[in-house]
């Protein structure tokens, strides 16, 4: 079975300064990683996927991650935020494609 | 436009009272799943549908059913709902070869 630890709950910065949300996940096969963003009242939308390849995957809105295999993490990063960032990130694995286990969330809090 | 649409988007209800919460897509997608979301756990599947007429559990289908009759259309039906189903819910989908799902705008359920 595969879990997902998000370690932050709410992340609080400033605008422009850069940002780092963790995910940490566990299992005993492959798997592929996503981050996901839910805005206020909104709908899941993917922001980026790790599935194989470069361990450094580039995503919308500015936002890449790092696989690292060795540590089983999928850490978000974005250099600079801006105020529409502030969102609900959700890190998700799935083996074989089927089922998402997600984490359970980190609020991300941008503040001018 | 590819879209995966939920009915009703919100809806408040009493114990006990049968509802059916409906998702479609225009995708042609083979595989669709449900999964509810709570604060602090994520999002969880509830069910999952490989293919028209095929159905599995998730992790906590306990209370809830459903059926795949067509290949668009995944509801979600609670028989006799409580209030510990009060939550938000997804419908998913995607495409048998691919690893991305596809997120509904989600339906607020309240039982009272």
């Known amino acids: 079975a595969q879990s997902v630890t998000q370690l932050d709950s709410q992340v609080p910065v400033f605008e422009e300064a850069p940002v780092e949300l963790r995910c940490n996940y566990s299992s005993s096969v492959s798997v592929y990683l996503f981050w996901y963003v839910q805005y206020p009242n909104q709908g899941l939308q993917l922001l980026l996927k790790?599935?194989?390849?470069?361990?450094l995957v580039k995503g919308i809105n500015g936002f890449e991650a790092e696989f690292n295999k060795s540590q089983t993490s999928f850490h978000l990063r974005k250099p600079s935020v801006h105020i529409s960032d502030t969102a609900e990130y959700f890190c998700a694995v799935s083996a074989y494609g089927n089922k998402l286990v997600f984490g359970a969330g980190t609020i991300l809090r941008v503040k001018s | 436009e590819a879209q995966v649409t939920q009915n009703p988007r919100y809806l408040i209800t009493v114990t006990g009272k049968k509802l059916t919460v409906t998702c479609s897509q225009n995708?042609?997608?083979?595989?669709m799943s449900w999964y509810r979301q709570d604060p602090g756990l994520g999002l969880r599947q509830i069910y999952y549908?490989?293919?028209?007429?095929?159905?599995d559990k998730g992790d906590v289908p306990e209370g809830y059913k459903v059926s795949r009759k067509e290949k668009r259309n995944f509801p979600l039906i609670l028989e006799s709902p409580s209030p510990n189903q009060t939550s938000l819910y997804f419908c998913a989908t995607r495409h048998g070869g691919t690893d991305t799902q596809y997120f509904g705008p989600g339906t607020r359920l309240t039982v009272l």
């Open positions: 790790y599935l194989s390849g470069s361990t």
């Open positions: 549908s490989m293919n028209v007429e095929v159905t």
């Open positions: 995708m042609n997608h083979e595989y």
